[in-house]
Every structure is written in C-alpha cells, then in structure tokens.
C-alpha cells in the first residue's frame, strides 16, 4: 500500500512536469529534463548502494553516502546555468574557458573531498560501530574498545552532511555562479565566493541546511521523494543566490 502511494506520487509529480514542459521554451525544457535526469541517476546510485550494504548487514552506514551525495550539488547545478546565463540575458561576453576552468577545479576539489570522506567513513565505522563488519575484516582494522557508537555515527554524518551542503554551496555552486555574472578568472571567482559567503552567511546557513534535509532525509526514510525534492530545492536555492548576488554587486 505505501508503495503504491509513493508510485501515485510520482506519477502525479510526473505529469504536472509534462503539463509545465509544454508551456516552456526549449532551453528551459533542456535544463528540467536534464536536471531531472541527474537525480534520478543519484537516486539509482543511492539504491544500488543500499542494496549492496543491506547484503553485507552494513545499513547504518548509509547515511554517510547520503552525506557524501550532497558533493554531487555543484555539478547538477551546472545544470541550471542555460535557465539564467544564455544571449539574450546580456551575458554572452562570459569567457568560456573561464567558466570550464572553474567547473574543472570544483570537480577536483570535490570529488577528493568525497573521496577522503568515504575512506574515513569506512574506518569510523568499523572501528566504532562494527568491528566484525565485513569492511572490518577486509581492511583488517582492530580496535581493542569494542563500543557500540551508532547513534553517534549518525548524528555525526547529520553533521557532516551539513558541512557538505555550505561546502558545495560556497566552493561549488557560487564560483560558477559568479564566472557567469563576473567573471574574475578562476582564482578571483573563488575569492569572490568567500566574499560574497560571508556577507551573506546566514542566507547560506539556512539554505545549506535546507539542502541537507533535502537530500539526507528523503534517501533515508522515504526514497523516491528524492527526486521531488531534491530538484525542486537546488533550483530554489540556485534562484536566490543569483538574485542576491546581483544585489551585491551593485552595491560593491
């Protein structure tokens, strides 16, 4: 019965997608059906890996690859750049190399975050939460306190996933952003990120932990409101860090 609630669901979201791609122009089509696309691409990856740690009896580790996923933001954002950046908005000057250059050292930056990520997650795990695990025994860690933190664990991933979210929003999501809008080459952008982030702080607190919660929780308890919510958010957030972004600079 939940199951078939949760298909009624999406179905419906589904056509009041079709209903809404009929009335739009063809960039903004793009940008949906590709924006959608990608979540349900990290919606997959999420299930697989369920799947795969439900088998080795690794369940509470999950969340960690649901804070990890919140890493994948600045690339899916990329995404929404044709719905706000493209000839006939005044921004058609915007260096292309530029803009590849910041999306090139976002990926590197945020793909060995992820990286580092997952491979300390794999240790506090088996060291504080199973140490008979199959990871446990596969990277042969010991511990001689045998403590059972998976309450902890799982707050602390909650934690983290948070950072993950004001991460990617400022070393991510912005430079891209601001390469779009002015462009001050691939040091500067990044340098005007950290400007912009601390001006606007609480805006990126809130929506850092908005994010979170859209990303985390619906992966966790009811999955397939990932692919509502998790679009629906970053286009949000996307919106309003472009508006207040153009505010900002009209008054530096």
Partial sequence: MRFYVKLRLVFFFGKFIL?????????????????????????????????YLKSYELNTMYISFCAGFILF???????LHPLFFNKNNGYESIKISAFLGNISLVVVVQLLCFLIWMTDAIALYSIYVDQNSFLAKAFNIKSEGRLDLS?????????????????????????????????????????????????????????????????????????????????????????KLKQDYLAFIKHV
Avoid: D
């Fill in 19 to 51: 209903f809404k791609l009929s009335v739009l122009s063809p960039v903004k089509i793009m940008s949906y059906t590709l924006l959608l696309f990608a979540t349900l691409i990290i919606f997959s990856l999420s299930e697989v890996i369920r799947f």
């Fill in 73 to 79: 933001t600045p690339l899916v954002s990329l995404l």
């Fill in 151 to 239: 309450v902890e664990f799982y707050w602390f991933n909650l934690v983290l996933a948070y950072f993950f979210a004001l991460l990617s929003l400022v070393i991510g999501v912005l430079p891209c952003l601001i390469s779009r809008i002015k462009n001050n080459g691939v040091v500067g952008n990044f340098v005007s990120a950290f400007v912009f982030a601390k001006q606007y702080k609480k805006l990126l607190i809130l929506h850092s932990f908005i994010m979170m919660l859209a990303v985390v929780l619906p992966l966790l308890y009811i999955p397939y409101l990932f692919i509502l919510f998790f679009p629906f958010v970053l286009l949000t957030v996307f919106t």
